[in-house]
Antibody
Framework: QVQLVQSGAEVKKPGASLKVSCKVT????????VNWVRQAPGKGLEWLGG????????IYAQKFQGRVTMTEDTSIDTAYMELRSLTSEDTAVYYC???????????????WGQGTKVTVSS | EIVLTQSPGTLSLSPGERATLSCRASQSVASTNVNWYQQRPGQAPRLLIFGVSTRATGIPDRFSGSGSGTDFTLTISRLEPEDFAVYYC??????????FGGGTKVEIK
């Protein structure tokens, strides 16, 4: 059974960088397309970006281009999301998510990490 | 860029009632990759429906999805206590690659 296990909560100062990890268990990372979604307190879901399986390249939401980088270490089946130049607006729960049993090109994420709470405060 | 607008923002219903949630796209959607999620407080989203109308594994048949073009609907035929939550529609494969609607909260009346 595929599971995504994320790194723990973080507190960051404005201007700092954040790196969240997402370890895949029960499967290999190379067979998955990991995406990243965040949710600010009391707000909706916001997509940051992820691997497009058809293009086999990482696509970033326009809002975050230039400030976010998503990488993978396939030797340890772990995906990473780095977000730079943090502000209080980046305070949110960050999730990694992927397609498991649903069709590969559907973008229907049936597997989610547990979430990583990030607080940006001076 | 396609924007998804969900309505109503909040739906107040009683257990046993029917819930109809709307998701409208700002332009006609060529992709059939319209998906719906349920999110309970403090939990990660859970996939309910993918490809407009297919229930995900383990999702009860009281949940159904429909629609085409710009208008998509999630229907819960008879609300159970565990169904009171926030629901999000999502579109994948257009521009931007992935977008979520703003959510509809289904609360107990």
């Amino acid at each position: 059974q595929v599971q995504l296990v994320q790194s723990g909560a973080e507190v960051k100062k404005p201007g700092a960088s954040l790196k969240v990890s997402c370890k895949v268990t029960g499967y290999t990372l190379t067979e998955l397309s990991v995406n990243w979604v965040r949710q600010a307190p009391g707000k909706g879901l916001e997509w940051l970006g992820g691997l497009d399986p058809e293009l086999d390249e990482t696509i970033y939401a326009q809002k975050f281009q230039g400030r976010v980088t998503m990488t993978e270490d396939t030797s340890i089946d772990t995906a990473y999301m780095e977000l730079r130049s943090l502000t209080s607006e980046d305070t949110a729960v960050y999730y990694c998510a992927t397609v498991g049993d649903t069709p590969g090109g559907s973008g229907a994420f049936d597997i989610w990490g547990q979430g990583t709470k990030v607080t940006v405060s001076s | 860029e396609i924007v998804l607008t969900q309505s109503p923002g909040t739906l107040s219903l009683s257990p046993g009632e029917r819930a109809t949630l709307s998701c409208r796209a700002s332009q006609s959607v060529a992709s059939t990759n319209v998906n719906w999620y349920q999110q309970r407080p403090g939990q990660a989203p859970r996939l309910l429906i993918f490809g407009v109308s297919t229930r995900a594994t383990g999702i009860p048949d009281r949940f159904s999805g429909s629609g085409s073009g710009t208008d998509f609907t999630l229907t819960i035929s008879r609300l159970e206590p565990e169904d009171f939550a926030v629901y999000y529609c999502q579109l994948y494969g257009s521009s931007p690659l992935l977008t979520f609607g703003g959510g509809t909260k289904v609360e107990i009346k």
